[in-house]
């Protein structure tokens, strides 16, 4: 049977429910969900092997996303999110999204760039043609380092090199490209680097200096396509009023960056929950972001023929499935589990499809009703819990703070006097 990611009122049930029906929707042993514990399934011995100077760990709250369909594929996702709303948001975007077929996602394929700075150049162009000259024995070379990452069909593929004019004189730049497969590949290409760049300065009669990948990853592209219904969105001029936001953040830096940081909240909540690398990614994202030369929007909103909106969304996506804390830890492990993707291509590519979702729920949400509306419902409840209302008084406390327009810390610790002193 194949996974249904259409689970309707998943936020009405307990969180035991709750872990029920997504380990029943995503075909895994309820035992696997385990992991999502208090605790968040690192132990401190774990932990301790992982960075330095431990002392202890940090738990994060995990919801997953509904009705998300990517190339005809149903998954559930996991997010890993502080913010209020945004889980709740990305399903709901989601689900207008599936009314004409979901995500269409496709890619460049894992392809990462390590850089070598070659230094010393008397004869720019004609470093630059003798590390042109010396791609085969660099390539094998490279390839040499890691003989697993071959033999599951990746490795260097090519070697290029760039002449560059900087304040301190002309420097040579050469990158090593490497199909990375399931890999985020950061350790790969690096060790590659590193082997490679002794030889390469020799070659080039030049000085090796840095040798490190590249987070602006634009060889690992990945882009997201997806057609949202005009009535489901509110109306033709929802539709209008979108594409116009869009515009705005295409043209303006300031709202660029607000209308990134919204893309963002979708898509590092999965990176995070997936144990990847959400600087990598985030890096990745706003290099991408500014790769004219000015800063701005990642994604755009059309209007289609029909009178749809037709939202896209390219960015670098680099994520593994193999190697750091996505083997490491166990709630990534079992978050990976959930979306039972196969490759980290696949993983990649449901990843920016959350981004699309959750930034067409912003810009659907700012163009009509504005965004504290739902905002807020959610964000009483946060504060109502961190005043010490106890799970059972949460939705009370809530509820008080939003209906007198006072969502505040304060507040809501007097609320909380009020019903306990109404209950006694
Ligand atoms: C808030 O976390 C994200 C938004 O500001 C994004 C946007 O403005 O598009 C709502």
Redesign the pocket.
């Known amino acids: 049977m194949a996974v249904n990611s259409r689970i309707s009122g998943l936020k009405d049930r307990s969180v035991a429910e709750r872990r029920a029906l997504v380990a029943d929707g995503a075909e895994v042993e309820a035992a696997a969900l385990e992991a999502f514990g208090a605790g968040g399934g690192l132990g401190v011995e774990q932990a301790d092997h992982m960075i330095e100077n431990v002392i202890g760990t940090m738990s994060l709250p995990v919801g997953v996303a509904t009705n998300v369909t990517v190339n005809g594929r149903d998954y559930l996702v996991p997010m890993a999110t502080e ?1 209020a709303s ?1 889980v709740a948001a990305a399903s709901n975007a989601a689900r207008i999204a599936r009314a004409h077929g979901g995500f269409r996602a496709s890619g460049t394929g894992p392809v990462m760039i390590a850089q070598i700075q070659l230094l010393d150049v008397v004869d720019p162009y004609g470093t630059r043609t003798r590390v042109l000259e010396a791609r085969e024995e660099i390539l094998e070379l490279a390839n040499a380092q890691d003989p697993v990452l071959t033999r599951l069909g990746g490795g260097a593929r090519d070697l290029t090199a760039r002449v560059l004019e900087t304040r301190d004189g002309i420097q040579v730049i050469a990158h090593l490209h490497v199909d990375v497969r399931d890999a985020m590949g950061a350790n790969a290409v690096n060790t590659m680097a590193e082997a490679v760049a002794p030889v390469l300065a020799e070659r080039a009669g030049a000085r090796s200096l840095l040798r490190i990948l590249s987070n602006k990853a634009d060889t690992r592209l990945v882009r997201a396509r997806a057609v949202f219904d005009a009535e489901l969105l509110g109306g033709a001029r929802v539709v209008d009023d979108i594409v116009s ?1 869009s515009a705005f ?1 295409e043209a303006d830096p300031y ?1 660029a960056a ?6 963002m ?1 979708g898509i590092s909540a999965v990176v995070l929950a997936t144990g990847n690398d959400t600087r990598a990614v985030e890096a990745g994202c706003h290099s991408h972001a500014a790769r004219d030369g000015g800063y701005s929007a990642l994604s755009r909103f059309e209007k289609g023929g029909d009178g749809h909106l037709v939202g896209t969304l390219e960015v670098p996506m680099p994520v593994g499935l193999v190697g750091g804390a996505t083997r490491a830890h166990p709630a990534a492990q079992a978050a990976l589990r959930i979306l039972g993707v196969s490759s980290a291509t696949e993983l990649a590519e449901v990843i920016v499809s959350v981004g699309l979702a959750q ?1 067409l729920a ?2 659907r ?2 163009a009509a009703e504005g ?1 504290q509306h739902g ?1 807020m419902r959610l964000h009483a409840r946060t504060v109502a819990a961190g005043a010490g209302a106890t799970p059972a008084e949460v939705p009370g406390v809530a509820e008080r703070l939003v209906k007198d327009g006072r969502i505040q810390a304060e507040y809501a610790r007097e609320v909380l006097r009020e019903l306990r002193g109404q209950e006694q």
Not at 258 to 263: A, D, L, R, S, V
């Open positions: 913010e945004v936001a953040a709202r607000t209308h990134n940081k919204g893309i909240n930034n912003a810009c949400a700012l965004i905002h």
